[in-house]
């Protein structure tokens, strides 16, 4: 009997091994997925102290709004990372641009302790201006998260001088028989943030007009589901495009065209993504 607990406390030990080394190499490979989950460690720390003592402060849509949003930026310094790489100096920018929201995510955090410790020994004037603190630090960061995205799209926008290669066709050819391309989405959010999913995950948030490819977040030889959600029903022009170019061929071709309604705030389109044969 002793000897088969040491046996399946050995195995289980062996077996915990083999995955945090599984793990450990899978980082190494993937280095933007690593600051992916460290950059979302960093933020949801903070962010946990806001879930429990922030909501009387600044109110429960301001919480939740500041946990989306805080996905949001770990994603776009991730989308950067895949872009650009690790190391280089546009890489450096979104770094910056991260690293001053997370600072602003830990002043909020400590005003709110602070504004919850106040108000529990009943000095409500020192809770006033602590709640004020954490308001303002609201404000600041949906600034500093746009500020982030919109570099983002610009460092992953094309180059505007050949980008318009071909013309624009019909919701014609859904799926090509060989697979496409090139994946080109153009946002007009109009203040109505759009958020794009790729296979299930949330890719990136625009609150401003983008124009940029997709090729650096889809899988290669799969079939990719590009997914977009709006916050409302469109009454100021919202709206998104989906465009794609089949291998061989210049033209882009819109597949899909998507103006929300009351009715419809979501919809997404299947994509066999071959990427652009290598010369």
């Known amino acids: 009997m002793g ?31 690593g600051l ?29 709004d500041l946990a989306d949003r805080s996905q949001e930026v770990a994603l776009n310094l991730k989308a950067c990372c895949i872009v650009v790489g690790g190391s280089s100096s546009d890489f450096l920018r979104c770094k910056e641009g991260f690293d001053k929201y997370d ?15 106040a108000k529990a020994r009943g000095d409500q004037a020192v809770a006033d201006r602590k709640i004020a603190e954490a308001k303002d630090a609201v404000t600041t960061l949906e600034t500093k998260a ?8 610009a460092i992953r926008a094309p180059d505007k001088s050949s980008e318009r290669r071909g013309v624009q066709g019909g919701r014609e050819a859904t799926l090509a028989r060989d697979g496409y391309e090139s994946v080109r989405m153009r946002a007009y959010p109009s203040g109505n943030r759009l958020r794009v999913k790729i296979n299930g995950l949330l890719a990136a948030a625009y609150d401003q007009p983008a124009d940029e490819y997709l090729d650096p977040l889809l899988r290669m030889g799969a079939v990719n589901t590009v997914a977009f ?49 290598k010369q």
């Open 3 to 33: 000897r088969t607990v040491k046996t399946v406390a050995l195995v289980l030990v062996l077996l915990v091994v083999v995955y945090l080394g599984y793990q450990l190499l899978e980082l190494r490979m993937n280095p933007c997925e």
């Open 36 to 64: 992916f989950q460290q950059s979302s460690v960093s933020l949801g720390t903070k962010l946990n102290v806001i879930k429990a003592k922030g909501e009387f402060a600044i109110g429960r849509q301001k919480v939740q």
């Open 103 to 117: 600072a602003e995510i830990k002043r909020l955090s400590t005003s709110v302790e602070e504004a919850e410790a």
């Open 146 to 153: 746009q500020d982030l995205a919109q570099l983002v799209a």
């Open 229 to 277: 959600a709006f916050d409302r029903a469109s009454k100021d022009g919202s709206s998104v495009i989906l465009e794609v170019k089949a291998v061989g061929n210049d033209r882009w071709i819109e597949v899909l065209k998507f103006v929300p309604s009351a009715e419809k705030l979501e919809d997404s389109f299947e994509i066999p993504f071959v990427g652009a044969k």
